[in-house]
């Protein structure tokens, strides 16, 4: 039995992905089960979803708390979520990150890595940080658990329109033929596992100055923000803005601020949603990966 966990955030596709896969892996005649993981139905929401494949029938239907593999097709989203809860000694990461492998936060229980700059590349393929096809890509030259004719076979058998399933064809080709693979050479801890229960930290809203009129998920058990749930960030021109606050009339989170010759944002609270970009009647203002 070879398992699979997928972590994402809302949007970008990670339910998706585990389906494609398991229709891949079927392709191969192998067994596969995909399974949802459903929690805030909110775009940017941390995502988890659950593969198993295996050479004889599958009849286990629960999640995955000790997978072989994870896939996480976000580059933030270890900063708010323990992606390595439970990952077996010696398992395998398939990262979307453009960062080099120095650079990357591991756990004692990687054995390999598969890096790929997924968000950089959805950008240029769709305009939008999707990174799902990609990181199947990413996966196929990371493992070798599924062929990359396979998946595109899955894909073409999607319900994509022409164009959409051309982008995604792309998308997956260069997730595959753009993932780095490190070898990580060292020894696992004793004992193996990490828990398999995230534990979080007391968290101080007022010490992380949090507004008093917002509502933000954090709470004393965890110190999750609206702002880790950003994939995608602003950017102001300072020259543009003439601060007719447009921005700050549509933010739905009020996370505008004011300063003494622009707006700007309080990214603590910023969940990256896009709407002041699109309203900005001088274009001041540019969306931009997070990981930036």
């Known amino acids: ?42 775009r940017g929401a941390p995502v988890v979803s659950f593969l198993r494949c295996s050479d004889r029938e599958i ?35 398939v990262q979307a990150t453009h960062k080099p492998l120095a650079e990357v936060v591991l756990s004692d229980a990687v054995g390999v890595v598969g890096l790929c700059d997924a968000i950089g590349i959805a950008l240029e393929v769709f305009k939008r940080p ?31 329109r022409d164009a959409g399933l051309a982008q995604n064809l792309i998308a997956l080709e260069r997730g595959y033929n753009e993932t780095v693979v490190h070898i990580i050479e060292r020894r696992v801890a004793a004992g193996g596992h990490m828990s398999r229960h995230t534990s979080y930290p007391l968290f101080d809203l007022k010490k992380a100055n949090v507004p008093d009129d917002l509502c933000p998920v954090a709470t004393e058990v965890s110190p999750m923000l609206p702002g880790d749930w950003r994939s995608m960030r602003p950017v102001v021109d300072r020259d543009k803005c003439v601060k007719c606050a447009v921005c700050w009339l549509y933010c739905p989170v009020q996370c505008v601020e004011e300063k003494p010759a622009w707006f700007d944002f309080n990214l603590k609270t910023c969940k990256g949603c896009g709407i002041c970009a699109n309203e900005c009647p001088q274009r001041a203002i540019t969306m931009i990966p997070e990981a930036t």
Request: charged share 20%; hydrophobic share 45%; net charge neutral.
């Open 130 to 160: 999707i990174t799902n096809t990609l990181m199947l890509g990413a996966f196929a030259r990371t493992t070798g658990v599924v062929s990359l004719e396979a998946l595109k076979r899955s894909l073409e058998d999607s319900d994509f």
């Open 1 to 42: 039995m070879y398992e699979v966990r997928f972590h994402g955030r809302g949007g970008q596709g990670a339910v998706t992905a585990a389906a494609m896969l398991a229709s891949a892996l079927l392709e191969e005649g192998k067994y596969a089960v995909s399974i949802p993981s459903f929690g805030f139905e909110r």
């Open 59 to 93: 009849r286990q239907m629960t999640n995955i708390y000790a997978p072989d593999c994870l896939i996480c097709v976000d580059p933030t989203l270890a900063k708010s979520v323990d992606i390595f809860s439970g990952l077996k000694p010696g398992g395998t990461l």
